[in-house]
């Protein structure tokens, strides 16, 4: 059986996580040295820190997401094709057994 090699091409979409995913890294460590370098206190920061990382978060677990929903386009794909494969065969099985009821088989006495 030969195997198809699926080329996908970038989405815009995923290139636009990319872009924002790479914003928030580099804004957000940005932000931190500034409240570090402006005096704030621990609560501050640690509340920065984990506001900051639930954004992170919240961008990779759209990247997730979407190759999720990518790939099960493709598996849905495969499987369609794989029902027809299955409804020809059956087809060809039904007119098979319809041509051995009409062709009487010579019984041995």
Known sequence: MKTEINRRKISVFELLLL???VTV???G????NILIASGYGVYELVSFVAL???VVFLVVICAISENSREDLGIIVKENSREIKL????SK???EEIRIAKASPLKKKK
């Open 52 to 54: 900051w990382l639930v």
């Open 92 to 94: 060809e099985h039904l």
């Open 86 to 89: 299955l409804r020809d065969i």
């Open 29 to 32: 460590s940005i932000a931190f």
């Open 19 to 21: 872009v924002i995913g």
């Open 25 to 27: 890294i580099i804004s």
